[in-house]
T-cell receptor, first 113, second 114 residues
Framework: AQSVTQLDSQVPVFEEAPVELRCNYS??????LFWYVQYPNQGLQLLLK??????LVKGINGFEAEFNKSQTSFHLRKPSVHISDTAEYFC???????????FGPGTSLSVIP | DAGITQSPRHKVTETGTPVTLRCHQT?????MYWYRQDPGHGLRLIHY???????DKGEVSDGYSVSRSKTEDFLLTLESATSSQTSVYFC?????????????FGPGTRLTVT
């Protein structure tokens, strides 16, 4: 069965420091990969996605993620976080032969002033 | 923002009572989804629809039913609510199921079953 693991349930980080949110998935077939962000009391919105091509993907708000096929990972990074980045971040996977997105359990990012 | 509304936004109900949640879209997207969000589980798909009157089960469909009589509305019904169905419910829409078609999420409905 396909699964998505986000190893860190909570990540506190000081403002202007770099951050990495980790995501690993299990799949023996090709996949598409996504990161979604959920601000407090809101729905999810797409941050970035990997479909094919360059393994480094840039998204909104200065975030980027790198697809590593050999390690089945898709870690999210930002070089300098802001208070406004405080939110829940979800990694998600879609098998290329499937039609339902599988979400990870989420990582709560707290930016400390 | 995509035009997706959910109603009600908050509801408290008693065990054993029926509950219907509504998702309404103004984007004319073909696909609509119902997810539930619980701590430690992320989002889990309950049911989805790929057209009017066309629906299918997701990974956690037991205890839930859905209906879609119009493109713009997707209803989620709990026939007899249980405390395990206390959760935040999100509706989402997309133009297609392929990866290039982004899913857009509604604001959520917080349901408490006492």
């Amino acid at each position: 069965a396909q699964s998505v693991t986000q190893l860190d349930s909570q990540v506190p980080v000081f403002e202007e420091a770099p951050v990495e949110l980790r995501c690993n998935y299990s799949s023996s077939v090709s996949v598409y990969l996504f990161w979604y962000v959920q601000y407090p009391n809101q729905g999810l919105q797409l941050l970035l996605k990997y479909l094919s091509g360059s393994t480094l993907v840039k998204g909104i708000n200065g975030f980027e993620a790198e697809f590593n096929k050999s390690q089945t990972s898709f870690h999210l990074r930002k070089p300098s976080v802001h208070i406004s980045d405080t939110a829940e971040y979800f990694c998600a996977v879609l098998k290329t032969s499937y039609d339902k997105v599988i979400f990870g359990p989420g990582t709560s990012l707290s930016v400390i002033p | 923002d995509a035009g997706i509304t959910q109603s009600p936004r908050h509801k408290v109900t008693e065990t054993g009572t029926p509950v219907t949640l509504r998702c309404h879209q103004t984007e004319n997207h073909r696909y609509m989804y119902w997810y539930r969000q619980d701590p430690g589980h992320g989002l889990r798909l309950i049911h989805y629809s790929y057209g009017v009157k066309d629906t299918d089960k997701g990974e956690v469909s037991d205890g839930y039913s859905v209906s879609r009589s119009k493109t713009e509305d997707f209803l989620l019904t709990l026939e007899s609510a249980t405390s395990s169905q206390t959760s935040v419910y999100f509706c989402a829409i997309s133009e297609s199921t392929r990866a290039r078609s982004e899913q857009y999420f509604g604001p959520g409905t917080r349901l408490t079953v006492t």
